[in-house]
């Protein structure tokens, strides 16, 4: 019995060894395979510097227009400091317009920019003059250094502003430190003393108030594991940092820490990382801050959403000075430092400032353009300097309209705070740059970015391109061709009628081709594009930049095209140099670590339409705010400012419009309801005076006075477009191409009414269609229209 009993023993004793064996086996597994995530995740993310994005700097010479304030916002932005004597980079002394800068030195991609002390001198809203301070050689032209407006991982929907170990402030450490881990330097990633204490505290007051877990604990919950509490999770965790612990050195892992960290939201946007926090919250950087600011990062820990400073402000105090009180326990600052420490104010930037991806619909074009324009294995390249198109003056102006403008657009149609939406889109005439974007009524908020996503009928803005396409053939049309502004009807394949109108719901009879287009009349605007062919119209209109595909249907001809504010953008980009197509883009330039910039696929500028038929139609969009649509506009530009521009509205004023340019700026501006409903506005009511607030603010050039070499400016009679003679007291200037010319002199008289004659064969009937021609006509079209 007792053999038999022995045996039983030994067999359990043997199963018992091998069942401890295989859960050590399997632990020792599963502790190689704990080891393997830690250290493969953390030596693929540590180092990852993120791309630094950069606006265009400001330029400076003398006559360039700029205001004191402007200068001053600039230098605001870099995060110059105001001094009595700039004897640092980065400072500046004023009086009145009179500024000492001590600049940065900077390399840009096309060269580097020293460090200098300049002397500006601002008058009238003009540098007056431009010098160096130090008695060197006045310069022609300086580069301030460029702002840094994010810190992307281009491949990624994050931003982050990375910061060295090295370079972490010893305050921040010190503070980090005695509240989170005292015994950081001395355990293996996991103190049992701490958890002991936290039990015995937590115990005592009946409840968690204190915590065990170190900062690699921390750090491993927050870099690989989930929040969920399970024993399993918190084992996990415990070897985790164990493992890394054995690893990596502290200063490796602290540095990692300080860039992990969760320690608020902004919209979409997490914000992980001290470097990152302090722009956020304090719109400082990391090294500008002292005990009190620091304190409530490190406060924050514990909870970024329930201590939220912007939220609530007087559990972020209490929690603060708590924090500063550990300090002053622990002898990290004395007493007098703690105490004026606590009587600081939170001392918190509106709406986080401008952290790292201050411009989101921007920045949403730029991520877009670098995988479209660059290889992704490039853009994994760490330590990229993305050089973008972004002008901050620009930008400030066209957020500022939208934001001041369409409060009051709401008030004056009775609607209710936040019922209208923006968009704006400004961009450099000839180089396509684009040098501002909205992409809504608050600018800073990363959500449903209008301006590149909003895709919205465009109403009259498509107009243009009818008249653009009209003024190709100048054997058969000028700007003064006469146009039937009379009733259409057309069936449909459905069997409905399509009666187009105009907006005044009112025919106006004959009229010369651009005042059809200054009034924007819809009927005279439909009789021309049946006569041109829809599909040529549409081949036009993508010659222009349109890329979306446009339906061939009648109604196309009065705006149901439906693009977004960007792709709108695009044409008028086009016209507005003349007919070069420039494709927009954001990113000028992108610089490896080692400054050599990175292959991008080409983007070629085009000539997309004729010279001397885009200035026409320029000319004849002048007229649109001389007098036309647009002319509550004329009273608001500088007299030396001209500008051409177009109005559009769609059906049951859901889209209200304005685009146009000046010499060398494009703006286009975009004002509806996200639910699709009507505004009760139409361009000119609405788009139009967000335009002006815009264009009106910044720098901007006049439209050219030169005329392309195919165009002649001669008088004629603007009733029947016939050459004026002498005593012709109504005739008018208007350039013509050169082969379409009027021969024939005008009466002048009451009843003069004859239709314009030009160099090539006249047109036979008063509606503007020539009899007999079928390339592109109203038949062609018909048969294509209900065939499909």
Not at 118 to 147: E, K, Q, Y
Request: proline share 5%; net charge positive; hydrophobic share 40%.
């Amino acid at each position: 019995m007792r053999t038999k009993s022995s045996s039983l023993l030994r067999s359990a004793g043997r199963w018992a060894l091998l069942s401890i064996l295989a859960a050590a086996l399997a632990g020792l597994l599963y502790a190689l395979y704990l080891d393997g995530t830690v250290r493969a995740k953390f030596e693929g993310k540590r180092w990852a510097l993120p791309a630094r994005v950069y606006a265009r700097p400001l330029e400076l010479y003398t006559g360039r227009p700029l205001s004191v304030e402007a200068l001053t916002g600039e230098l605001e932005r870099l995060e110059y400091r105001r001094v009595k004597s700039p004897t640092r980079a980065a400072t500046y002394a004023r009086n009145d317009g009179r500024f000492i800068v001590h600049t940065r030195p900077f390399r840009f991609w096309d060269g580097s920019e020293p460090e200098r002390v300049l002397d500006i001198r601002i008058d009238n809203g003009l540098v007056a003059s431009l010098g160096d301070a130090t008695g060197g050689g006045d310069p022609a032209l300086v580069r301030l250094d460029a702002a840094l407006i994010a810190s992307i991982y281009p491949t990624h929907n994050e931003d982050r502003v990375l910061v060295r170990g090295e370079d972490l402030p010893p305050l921040m450490v010190a503070t980090l430190l005695a509240v989170e881990d005292r015994d950081f330097y001395d355990h293996w990633g996991v103190d049992p003393w701490a958890i002991a204490r936290a039990m015995w505290h937590n115990l005592r007051a009946g409840g968690v108030v204190e915590g065990g877990s170190t900062l690699t604990q921390q750090l491993v919950k927050n870099f690989y594991l989930t929040d969920e509490r399970t024993l399993a999770r918190k084992a996990n965790e415990a070897v985790m940092a164990m493992l890394l612990d054995l690893h990596y050195e502290k200063g490796e892992i602290l540095e990692a820490y300080a860039n992990e960290i969760f320690l608020g939201q902004d919209g979409k946007r997490a914000i992980h990382g001290f470097g990152l926090a302090s722009r956020f919250y304090f719109n400082r950087s990391l090294d500008e801050l002292g005990i009190a600011e620091t304190a409530l990062l490190v406060a924050l820990i514990k909870g970024p959403s329930y201590y939220d400073p912007r939220r609530h402000p007087e559990r972020a105090l209490a929690r603060r000075n708590l924090i500063i009180d550990t300090l002053q326990k622990h002898g990290v600052i004395d007493a007098e430092r703690a105490a004026a420490a606590k009587q600081a104010p939170l001392g918190v930037s509106d709406k986080g400032g401008r952290p790292a991806g201050a411009y989101p619909a921007f920045l949403e074009l730029v991520r877009r353009q670098l995988q479209r324009d660059y290889r992704e294995e490039d853009l994994r390249s760490e330590g990229l300097r993305i050089f973008t198109t972004l002008d901050p003056l620009v930008q400030s102006a066209a957020e500022e309209a939208v934001r001041t403008r369409v409060p009051e657009l709401e008030r004056s149609r009775g609607f209710k705070a936040g019922t209208l939406e923006s968009a704006a889109v400004v961009a450099s005439a000839a180089q396509g740059e684009i040098l501002g974007l909205v992409g809504g009524r608050d600018p800073a908020y990363a959500g449903f970015n209008r301006a590149l996503e909003a895709v919205r009928p465009i109403g009259s803005l498509v107009k243009p391109v009818i008249y653009l396409t009209a003024l190709s053939d100048p054997e058969h049309y000028s700007l003064v061709t006469t146009l039937s502004d009379s009733p259409v009807s057309l069936r449909g394949g459905d069997g409905k009628l399509w009666r187009p109108q105009n907006y005044d719901r009112k025919t106006h009879g004959q009229m010369p081709l651009y005042r059809a287009l200054a009034k924007s009349y819809n009927l005279a605007t439909v009789n021309l594009g049946l006569e041109l062919g829809v599909d040529k119209v549409i081949r036009t209109l993508e010659s222009l930049g349109v890329q979306r595909h446009v339906d061939p249907v009648p109604a196309m001809l009065l705006g149901s095209v439906s693009l977004t504010p960007v792709e709108v953008g695009q044409i008028y980009q086009t016209l507005a140099a003349g007919g070069f197509r420039a494709p927009l883009r954001a990113i000028r330039e992108v610089l490896d670590a080692s400054g050599r910039p990175l292959n991008r696929y080409p983007l070629a500028i085009e000539s997309a339409a004729d010279a001397t038929a885009v200035y026409l139609t320029t000319w004849a969009m002048q007229q649109v705010v001389q007098q036309g649509t647009a002319a509550s506009l004329k009273k608001r530009l500088p007299k030396d400012l001209t500008v051409a521009g177009k109005t559009g509205t769609t059906n049951g004023l859901r889209d209200s419009w304005f685009a146009g340019f000046s010499g060398d700026k494009v703006l286009v501006v975009w004002v509806g309801r996200d639910d699709n409903k009507p505004t009760k506005l139409t361009g000119a009511s609405g788009a139009l005076r967000i335009w002006g607030d815009i264009i009106t603010t910044i720098e901007s050039r006049p439209l050219p006075e030169l005329q392309p070499a195919g165009v002649t400016e001669v008088r004629v009679d603007p009733q029947n477009g016939l050459l004026a003679g002498r005593g012709c007291g109504r005739g008018m200037e208007v350039p013509f191409a050169v082969e379409a010319v009027p021969t024939a002199t005008s009466a002048c008289g009451a009843n003069a009414s004859s239709a314009p004659q030009t160099a090539g064969r006249g047109r036979e009937s008063a509606s503007g269609r020539k009899k007999g021609r079928t390339d592109g006509g109203l038949g062609e079209f018909l048969q294509g229209f209900f065939g499909n």
